[in-house]
């Protein structure tokens, strides 16, 4: 094991045998995957092998810095800092809340349902914008703080939505690529026809490593949340990796019913991430069971199912489109849907 600097001896710690597959290639997939720690973990491969270029090495060490490495016990430091703002332009299916379905049938009687209670769907635009700051208290372990805010608004039906969401986390590394992290979450959503709020405190455990294929981070997550209709807690499992030309993901939750409320019982999803001419293509893939509520006295349960592709149609805009299913014991709730998302990178300062 080659180590270009006394200082990275950290990180030759951590690092496992060398990779039989590319390590530039897995690196540059690696930057495409969504994962902080793996993409990480994939520029220490590149640099253990002694052929990391000089901007690799910057690299790598700023990513230590900004997660808490090469900081001394002591006073607590500031160790990132971010703002960003993106303009959003997009297709919503139902901006203000409203029901999906304009009638249903129920013991022979056919119901309609308001007009001014059904869904308006149409282009919306608007802006999101949010800021981070983490501050390091330990080596390799700080607490983040997030917040993160959008409306958009219709031209056509002069409606808007917006939502806000904040996040406290520690982050902490334990030993290895082995990381412990708490988090608390609370979001809010207000649109036309009501306001809905969550909450959640969760704990995970992530262990990052090597195959002969490519890299993997593994995390099981323990979750207790709090809707306006109840609390609900859920377990989740996930599975990040880094391959020769793709990066994937896929995550596997349980949850425990809500008394009396239609909740999730079970959600698994899975994505892939490639480049096509140097540019981001992704597929995901997702079905969700959800059950334990009634509707005019009936049982309920759901199964709902999507599937979403998006595109790099240059750098800093991507386009998304989606289409999903909801398949109902009750045929009120019986709907399909699409969307189109135009993604603008954030502008970061």
């Not at 240059?314 to 045929?331: C, H, I, K, P």
Request: neutral net charge.
């Amino acid at each position: 094991m080659r180590c270009p600097d006394i200082r990275w001896g950290l990180v030759c710690l951590m690092i496992a045998p060398a990779a039989q597959a590319d390590e530039q290639s897995l690196a540059r997939i690696a930057r495409i995957s969504g994962s902080e720690r793996l993409r990480l973990f994939a520029d220490g491969k590149l640099l253990e092998t002694g052929h990391a270029s000089r901007s690799a090495v910057a690299q790598m060490k700023k990513g230590l810095e900004t997660q808490g490495f090469y900081h001394d016990l002591g006073t607590p430091r500031v160790i990132a800092t971010e703002t960003w703002a993106a303009p959003i332009i997009s297709y919503d299916g139902n901006i203000n809340g409203g029901v999906l379905q304009d009638s249903f049938t129920f013991n022979g009687l056919v119901f309609e349902a308001d007009p001014a209670f059904r869904a308006k769907g149409g282009v919306v635009m608007g802006l999101s914008a949010g800021g981070v700051v983490r501050l390091a208290w330990d080596n390799g372990r700080y607490v983040e703080g997030l917040v993160r805010a959008e409306g958009v608004w219709s031209p056509r039906h002069k409606v808007g939505r917006s939502t806000a969401e904040l996040a406290l986390c520690s982050r902490n590394h334990v030993t290895g690529w082995s990381f412990l992290d708490l988090c608390y979450n609370a979001a809010i959503i207000d649109r036309e026809l009501g306001t809905s709020t969550a909450q959640d405190v969760s704990l995970s455990a992530t262990q990052l490593f090597q195959t002969s294929a490519g890299y993997h981070e593994l995390t099981a997550e323990l979750s207790g949340a709090h809707y306006d209709t109840g609390r609900q807690t859920s377990v989740t499992l996930s599975w990040s990796a880094v391959w020769d030309g793709v990066a994937t993901k896929l995550s596997l939750t349980h949850a425990a019913p809500i008394p009396g409320e239609t909740a999730l019982n079970s959600r698994i999803a899975a994505d892939v991430k490639w480049l096509w001419s140097g540019r981001t293509m992704g597929l995901g893939l997702w079905h969700q069971r959800s059950g334990g509520g009634a509707f005019l006295g009936a049982p309920r349960a759901d199964d709902a199912t999507g599937v979403k592709l998006s595109y790099q149609l240059r750098q800093g805009l991507t386009a998304q489109v989606g289409y999903m299913t909801n398949q109902s014991s009750v045929d009120f709730f019986d709907y399909a849907q699409a969307s189109v998302t135009f993604r603008f990178d954030n502008l970061r300062w």
